[in-house]
């Protein structure tokens, strides 16, 4: 597989709404595996395809639990709420407090084209809102209550 370039905030890719995967074939599967390799060479927990300048709905993550790749995902039920901080690969050296979700469902395409639901709390619920979002042209830092800076920062 291939690392593929992460595109960063300031690329106008980021902005746009993506496309819907009208076929799952094998460059679409080759995509997915390689959006898996660039994540962990990048060590991020998610990755949508407008991050690697593709404009298609695909998104893979990993919180830890194994890899989930997803094709035209779409919430399709949410529920609660949660303020934690988050950063992006697009996005670097940036981190904040984003309102996200507690618990979200989501309905998507799995890479052999079956449809799937995943039901996700926590961090995978944050990690879906998050690379969905992305599918849309939306960045975290769109949505970002409070700036986080490190003690490094302050150096």
């Given at each position: 597989?291939a690392?593929?370039?992460?595109?960063?905030?300031?690329?106008?890719?980021?902005?746009?709404?993506?496309?819907?995967?009208?076929?799952?074939?094998?460059?679409?599967?080759?995509?997915?595996?390689?959006?898996?390799?660039?994540?962990?060479?990048?060590?991020?927990?998610?990755?949508?395809?407008?991050?690697?300048?593709?404009?298609?709905?695909?998104?893979?993550?990993d919180?830890?639990?194994?890899?989930?790749?997803?094709?035209?995902?779409?919430?399709?039920?949410?529920?609660?709420?949660?303020?934690?901080?988050?950063?992006?690969?697009?996005?670097?050296?940036?981190?904040?407090?984003?309102?996200?979700?507690?618990?979200?469902?989501?309905?998507?395409?799995?890479e052999?084209?079956?449809?799937k639901?995943?039901?996700?709390?926590?961090?995978?619920?944050?990690?879906l809102?998050?690379?969905?979002?992305?599918?849309?042209?939306?960045?975290?830092?769109?949505?970002?209550?409070?700036?986080?800076?490190?003690?490094?920062?302050?150096?």
């Open positions: 597989m690392i593929r370039q992460i595109r960063y905030s300031d690329d106008p890719i980021l902005r746009k709404i993506s496309r819907e995967v009208t076929k799952i074939d094998e460059r679409t599967k080759i995509l997915l595996d390689d959006m898996v390799d660039t994540m962990y060479e990048y060590d991020g927990v998610g990755l949508a395809g407008p991050q690697v300048g593709v404009l298609r709905r695909i998104v893979v993550i919180i830890g639990e194994g890899v989930i790749k997803l094709v035209n995902p779409e919430i399709i039920e949410s529920e609660g709420e949660k303020i934690d901080i988050e950063g992006c690969l697009s996005v670097p050296n940036r981190i904040g407090k984003v309102k996200r979700p507690e618990r979200v469902k989501v309905k998507y395409l799995d052999n084209g079956e449809e639901v995943i039901e996700g709390t926590g961090l995978l619920a944050k990690a809102c998050h690379e969905i979002d992305h599918l849309h042209g939306i960045l975290f830092i769109d949505n970002m209550i409070e700036e986080v800076f490190t003690e490094e920062d302050e150096e």
